[in-house]
């Protein structure tokens, strides 16, 4: 978590993504330029297709459109080893996994505007589309989702100044429609899940000569708002007259998040690099849940509104000893106000299995965090042209009110048994977090090589009110986390540029990942050894063609960095054409 743009209601940093530019498409010195690719290949790997095309109109105007499709199929799993959903039981592999194909489409449009020669102007709309189905027992549910953002961005570094200032603001609408096919107990229903986020930031960072050293100064601030909303139309009114099977885990509200930041960077000498930054962020959630029980038989519209503002500060020191290394080490704390579907959490498992409540109550995470490593990269180590880079680093992350799902209870009013509902609750003591990595890469002439390592230690220890409705508190101990990544895991890549001008690559990739847990698979998540390969040739200097070869020893597994829903494809052979132009 950094005192800057996407730290604000973050725990533990945040994930940017970069889309294509017109300079990405366009070759250097020409007015246009395309792009694009074919896929296609065995296991139900049926088609993976994009296209690209800009151009720049003048030097004041560039515009890019591009498209995307693809489509799979219900895919086999690997026949090397297996996956267990117990002891004693395991998937088949003598057929494909059901429900686990798809077809996506997604389409970018952009516009980069110089309006002066210090300032640009981009304008982006990014739409994705899937289709795709689920199924429980014998009922197929067709989905659609839709992912839809809108974008402005304006930079702006004037001439003559130390100022370099970037505003963006941006909508982001996320859909999921459903068909859900009748079940024994209860008709077919069409929903429509929907959140809505809208947001902006602004941060300028300056950079100024001090008696002290370089001095690189970033202030700004950012907000983002989110609202929910949910609809639901039944064959039959009478299987849910209260309307709270699907409202509930995703129930409407309103959710504000925001704050402003100040980060330093100073280098005083050519051998030391300090930094510190300090954020103050808020949030407001306002939202109503629907409870069954609360107040005699039936279900009750209870109000959720919270409100909490919190400093986030970070701090870091880097000392350079020798040409090309860097010993590092940072403290930075986090903070994470819960969500709508935590807080305002209500209704029903679907069917009146189990009810489900809110927890106005509901803290903010919090979390302290030490990390401290070593980083190194040089060249002409062992010949003259050679490159090495690595850097490895050890952290201990605390979590202080770590946010999880668990059952409640409360007794009915004017006494009785009491009702058993799921809702979100803070554990009380402190959750921790403690690994290590290492990142390594080295290329020497035509060969290059990867290291990645990644240990992970995960411990829930603490307890949580079970009666958070009620005076007083009754804790109880929770003994192990609902889910966690694999404590080790593992990958090595290795290629090799060939032939005379080295339009022939040829690399390979291999992954390692221990044990892991997820409480809501169905699925073992055993450790698995996987291989992948692959080989291009470059036709000509716009042609170029490419196999490759996914899980090459067709090994069983469920890949706990993915969806832990289906196990993973089984050995998938895919040959791709790329052209640009």
Not at 367 to 385: H, I, N
Not at 398 to 421: F, L
Not at 456 to 471: A, E, H, I, M, S
């Amino acid at each position: 978590v950094t005192a800057g743009v996407g730290g604000a209601g973050a725990l533990a940093g945040s994930v940017g993504f970069r889309t294509i530019e017109p300079d990405d498409v366009i070759p250097a010195g020409d007015a246009w330029g395309v792009q694009g690719k074919v896929e296609a290949g065995d296991n139900a790997y049926r088609s993976n297709a994009y296209a690209a095309g800009a151009w720049r109109v003048n030097d004041r105007f560039a515009a890019l459109l591009a498209i995307s499709r693809k489509e799979l199929g219900d895919y086999a799993i690997g026949e090397a080893g297996r996956v267990e959903t117990s002891e004693t039981s395991a998937v088949p592999t003598d057929a494909p996994v059901q429900q686990t194909g798809s077809e996506e489409v997604s389409a970018l449009a952009k516009a980069v505007i110089t309006l002066a020669p210090t300032a640009d102007l981009t304008l982006s709309w990014l739409d994705y589309r899937a289709e795709f189905q689920t199924s429980v027992l014998d009922a197929v549910d067709d989905q659609e989702t839709a992912n839809r953002t809108a974008t402005a961005r304006l930079d702006w570094a004037p001439l003559n100044s130390v100022h370099d200032v970037t505003s963006i603001v941006y909508w982001n609408g996320v859909e999921n429609d459903q068909d859900r096919a009748p079940r024994r107990s209860y008709g077919g229903f069409r929903l429509d899940y929907a959140l809505d986020t809208f947001g902006g930031s602004i941060s300028d960072t300056m950079g100024f000569d001090t008696r002290f050293g370089a001095l690189e100064l970033t202030v700004g601030g950012e907000a983002f708002s989110d609202r929910t909303s949910t609809a639901s139309l039944a064959d039959d009114p009478t299987d849910d007259p209260d309307d709270v099977w699907f409202s509930g885990a995703n129930p409407e509200g309103d959710r504000q998040v925001g704050g402003v930041f100040a980060r330093a960077a100073l280098a005083p000498t050519d051998w030391l690099r300090l930094r510190g930054g300090l954020r103050l962020d808020g949030y407001r959630l306002e939202g109503t849940a629907s409870v069954y029980g609360w107040r005699g038989l039936g279900y009750t519209d209870l109000p959720v509104d919270q409100s909490e503002t919190a400093l986030v500060p970070s701090v870091g020191i880097s000392v350079l000893p020798a040409r090309g290394w860097e010993i590092f080490a940072d403290y930075t704390e986090g903070w994470r106000p819960p969500t709508l579907s935590e807080s305002v959490l209500g209704g029903s498992h679907i069917g009146f299995l189990l009810p489900f409540a809110p927890n106005p109550g509901l803290r903010p995470e919090s979390s302290r965090m030490l990390e401290a490593g070593v980083g190194f990269e040089e060249r002409g180590l062992l010949a003259a042209e050679d490159r090495l880079s690595l850097r490895a680093s050890v952290y201990a992350r605390d979590v202080s009110d770590y946010i999880t799902s668990q059952y409640v209870y409360r007794q009915p009013p004017g006494g009785g048994t009491d009702i058993e509902y799921t809702a979100f609750v803070n554990i009380d003591g402190t959750t921790r977090f403690r690994g290590a990595e290492l990142e390594a890469a080295y290329s020497i002439d035509r060969f290059d090589f990867g290291l990645g390592l990644e240990t992970l230690d995960v411990n829930v220890d603490g307890t949580y009110d079970q009666r958070p409705y009620d005076p007083g508190r009754d804790p109880v101990e929770l003994d192990a986390a609902p889910s966690s990544l694999p404590s080790f895991q593992a990958s090595f890549t290795a290629q090799a540029r060939l032939l005379a001008d080295e339009r022939l690559a040829v690399g390979g990739r291999i992954r390692l990942a221990g044990d892991s847990t997820d409480s809501l698979s169905a699925y073992r998540l055993d450790g698995f050894m996987t291989f992948d390969a692959w080989a291009s040739y470059a036709i000509t200097e716009a042609v170029a063609v490419r196999v490759s070869a996914t899980n090459l020893t067709d090994q069983a597994y469920v890949d706990p960095n993915g969806s832990t829903a289906y196990p993973a494809p089984g050995r998938t052979l895919a040959l791709s054409l790329e052209a640009r132009f």
